[in-house]
């Protein structure tokens, strides 16, 4: 089977799939923004990185250093055993506040064109710094934080040999490393070996859900490197997906519209990725669904107008499966380098964020990568 169907296809689908639904007028299509080119869907490859920036943010990203109460990490809702994501509708933070939004994935985040559900940050660094200060999620001060990061042995240390000895622990710094630890998070998978040619890395069924993905016009939003991550897209182009649903609407539901206030950009959210998408149950930006054959259902027939055959779905989701790639060596955090209980209150050392197992204080090198 050939790689890719049709060339044209992307050409025909380019401009996304505003231009499905007839009724929504021009106004749906319009944004004040310019998104780029689609781009073509391409195998992954990983950036070059500075591996001792990543060891330090590899750290921070575990560390509850960063909350304003020493009880959350990235990695409480950003699980590299979930996907980069969490298992919850919505994520939990400091003192047990609940989030508004589903978290994403942070795997692979590094080929977003922006960041966040609403696309408010422009780059990994800058969106590593938004939920460290935010209420609910982290809690944090970045006065209060740098402080206590700078205060710690083995930060100080380390701080210092990569950004040098003059006032090595910043905002600025803390954000880099954690930014160069995510861009170290690519997870190459079956489908990338596919497009450089090995087509036995899909079965006879990935290849058939290949297939349907084009020709149902998943691929006119799930494009580029990241399958996502290249647009906004308004959430129910055809069908009103919020009716569907049912519920109030909450803030989170208005999604780029609140960072620019454009009617045009009411509903409309970042396309997410699908890389590891198996692994990320509950889906959308709600996570209001956990089925991901639901979900395969539920967007043909809201965003494309189709009604997909039950075989169009095993297929879809079963190509779907060839996106979960495997994590680069060093991602996890080794147990003998976990941070030391943070909590301002005492008590029972944290977990460990991805065995579960209690944390020890460790404040010997971690140089030994």
């Not at 505003?18 to 950036?47: L, M, Q, R």
């Not at 006065?143 to 083995?154: L, M, Q, T, Y």
């Not at 989701?317 to 680069?328: D, H, Q, R």
């Amino acid at each position: 089977m050939k790689r890719f169907l049709l060339p044209f296809l992307l050409l025909a689908l380019a401009s996304g799939c505003d231009s499905c639904n007839d009724t929504e007028g021009d106004e749906a299509a319009e944004s004040t923004e310019t998104e780029p080119t689609p781009p073509p869907v391409e195998p992954i490859e990983a950036p070059e990185v500075n591996m001792d920036k990543v060891y330090l943010g590899r750290r921070l990203y575990h560390d509850p250093i960063l909350s304003g109460d020493g009880t959350v990490s990235c990695a409480t809702c950003h699980t590299l055993d979930h996907g980069g994501a969490e298992d919850r509708r919505t994520s939990n933070g400091i003192g047990d506040q609940v989030g508004p939004i589903n978290s994403p994935t942070v795997l692979n985040a590094h080929f977003n064109f922006v960041q966040f559900w609403d696309g408010r940050a422009e780059n990994l660094q800058e969106q590593a710094a938004g939920p460290i200060e935010n209420p609910i999620e982290m809690g944090g001060a970045f006065g209060d934080v740098v402080g206590a990061v700078a205060g710690d042995e083995w930060y100080a240390e380390r701080f210092a040999s990569i950004y040098g000895e003059d006032d090595p622990v910043t905002k600025d710094n803390i954000t880099d490393a954690l930014a160069e630890y995510e861009r170290y998070l690519i997870t190459p998978a079956p489908f990338d070996d596919f497009l450089r040619g090995d087509e036995s890395a899909l079965n006879e069924q990935e290849q058939r859900g290949w297939a349907a993905f084009q020709e149902v016009g998943c691929i006119s939003c799930h494009q580029g490197v990241n399958l996502g991550g290249t647009m906004f897209q308004k959430m129910g182009v055809v069908e009103n997906y919020f009716e569907m649903r049912g519920g109030e609407l909450t803030e989170a539901d208005h999604g780029r519209f609140n960072v620019t206030e454009d009617e045009a950009d009411r509903h409309k959210f970042k396309v997410p990725t699908l890389r590891n998408i198996t692994l990320t149950p509950p889906y959308f930006h709600d996570g209001s669904q956990t089925d991901l054959r639901e979900v395969v259902r539920i967007m043909a027939r809201i965003q494309l107008g189709k009604q997909l055959e039950d075989g169009q779905v095993d297929d879809i989701v079963a190509f779907l499966g060839a996106l979960e790639g495997e994590l680069p060596a060093e991602a996890r955090l080794p147990e003998d380098q976990a941070p030391p209980d943070r909590r301002a209150t005492g008590g029972e050392g944290l977990e460990h964020p991805e065995t579960g197992e209690e944390a020890e204080e460790v404040l010997e090198t971690a140089d030994g990568e």
